[in-house]
């Protein structure tokens, strides 16, 4: 096995984590406290308050990251994870939330606040709030998807109209990811989410998917008797949309027997989707009182709900996905790994689920995208990653583009180095499990 590098460190000025430790995170969890005063059971608000307070001291004041107590881990195992990673990670440099791997502080951030739920029994998501209000706003691009999928006729289509069927739908479910929340506090506005989700700006951003492995993903959806194809999700509202409107291809055009769509079991990276959240979808599509009333919206509904009571929508959760094991890691997760060795493709969203199969790694931007995520390209699961780069961690490229792209953002005055950062640009990259 080759070499592998280091973590990305939220010291490092040239990693995103920087600013997100220093004020991504601080945003965050001062939003959450404030929509802790309307969204957390009056018996418990000031207790759930105080605990979200102290999170935000210790990120504040560069504290030493503290593991989770005994009371915590009984009342979620999991977090022994948690504390095995910190302590080998604390053997090597003394962990700090300003200076310690941002993937594991990330992760371990999100637990911090699960743990507060459930010490005090509140089980509340407390970016629900936000996850609602973006979604609301966003109700033009809601209708133009389901508009597109409700007349989507498959019938009549020979293979290669069924293959730019496959693609565009791909595509969508790809853009979907172009703007999450967790970036909102990051000063991206709701406009612009708006100005990456139509028809039109999808064509024109064909040009940054800057690898781009659908052939392969066709070809092996193609080359297996009809059976499953899984999407490991990303976040809810828009992009669960997007992801769902996928889900609704995949099986009118039968290049799928069933789908089924993992989710988070806790709240995650602040719009991550939890089983709750594909139900207060469902749910919103026809609530006059959430989006404009249309049959579009309706009829779309109509055919989820139909898709999930026949069996062939299925969804699926495992507390795997909110561990800070990356996804080398997948088949040691025996029964989660058994489960997957049944799909013909599985389909990762997103910027995270990307730094995951990578291991948020710092490597060369050149790196085969089969070599960045180690065991995963021999473990038998055909995976494609459909990921918008938020985040340092690319690979794949060719040799030059990374620097081309950095010199492009330096010549209009800006950072460079953090192109990859910016959701503009987006890897389609595909592994048949078989390397
Ligand atoms: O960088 C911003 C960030 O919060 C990252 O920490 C994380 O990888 C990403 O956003 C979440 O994005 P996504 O929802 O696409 O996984
Ligand atoms: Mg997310």
Same mark, same amino acid.
């Given at each position: 096995m080759s070499q592998v590098p280091d973590y990305y460190y939220n010291d490092d000025p040239k990693s995103f984590g920087y600013s997100t430790a220093r004020s991504r995170w601080p945003k965050i969890l001062t939003q959450a406290i404030d929509d802790a005063q309307t969204l957390v059971p009056a018996n418990v608000?000031?207790? #759930?308050? *105080?605990?979200?307070q102290l999170i935000l001291d210790q990120i504040n004041n560069d504290s030493k990251v503290v593991p989770f107590t005994d009371e915590e881990i009984a009342a979620n195992p999991l977090l022994k994870t948690y504390n095995h990673s910190l302590e *080998?990670?604390? &053997? $090597? &440099? @003394? !962990? +700090?939330?300003? /200076?310690?791997?941002w993937l594991y502080l990330e992760c371990h951030l999100y637990e911090m606040i699960e743990a507060i739920n459930l010490r005090l029994d509140? $089980? =509340?998501?407390? #970016?629900s709030h936000l996850k609602d209000s973006t979604f609301k706003q966003l109700a033009a691009g809601v209708a133009e998807l389901a508009k597109h999928v409700n007349h989507l006729d498959t019938t009549q289509l020979d293979e290669d109209a069924l293959s730019l069927v496959f693609r565009e739908f791909i595509d969508i479910s790809l853009w979907g990811n172009a703007t999450d929340l967790s970036l909102l506090a990051g000063g991206v506005s709701v406009d612009e989410i708006k100005? !990456?989700?139509? %028809? *039109? =700006?999808?064509?024109k951003n064909e040009q940054n998917i800057l690898v781009n492995d659908i052939d392969q993903v066709w070809k092996q959806l193609r080359s297996k008797p009809l059976g499953r194809v899984d999407i490991v999700l990303d976040n809810s509202g828009f992009e669960l949309l997007a992801d769902l409107c996928l889900t609704v291809c995949l099986l009118k055009s039968k290049l799928a027997k069933e789908v089924h769509i993992h989710c988070k079991e806790i709240p995650w990276f602040v719009s991550d989707t939890m089983p709750k959240d594909v139900n207060l979808l469902l749910h919103q599509l026809s609530d006059a009182d959430f989006f404009p009333n249309d049959p579009e919206l309706t009829t779309l509904k109509q055919s989820l709900q139909h898709y999930i009571d026949i069996g062939k929508l299925i969804v699926d959760h495992h507390p795997f996905w909110t561990l800070d094991l990356n996804f080398w890691h997948i088949p040691e997760a025996n029964d989660l790994y058994q489960d997957l060795l049944e799909s013909n493709?599985?389909? #990762?969203?997103?910027?995270?689920?990307? &730094? %995951?199969?990578t291991g948020d790694r710092q490597?060369?931007? /050149? +790196?085969?995208? /089969? +070599?960045?995520? @180690?065991?995963?390209? +021999?473990s038998k699961l055909p995976i494609v990653t459909l990921r918008t780069c938020k985040a340092d961690v690319v690979v794949g490229l060719a040799p030059g583009q990374w620097e081309e792209i950095a010199q492009k953002y330096t010549d209009m005055g800006q950072d460079g180095q953090f192109w990859v950062a910016l959701g503009k640009w987006a890897v389609i990259q595909f592994s048949s499990g078989q390397s």
């Open positions: 608000k000031s207790q #759930f308050i *105080e605990g979200l *080998e990670l604390n &053997r $090597h &440099r @003394q !962990l +700090t939330w300003q /200076t310690g791997p509140a $089980h =509340v998501d407390i #970016f100005l !990456l989700q139509g %028809k *039109e =700006v999808r064509k493709l599985i389909i #990762f969203k997103g910027d995270l689920n990307y &730094r %995951k199969l490597w060369d931007p /050149t +790196t085969p995208f /089969t +070599t960045a995520i @180690q065991q995963l390209a +021999t």
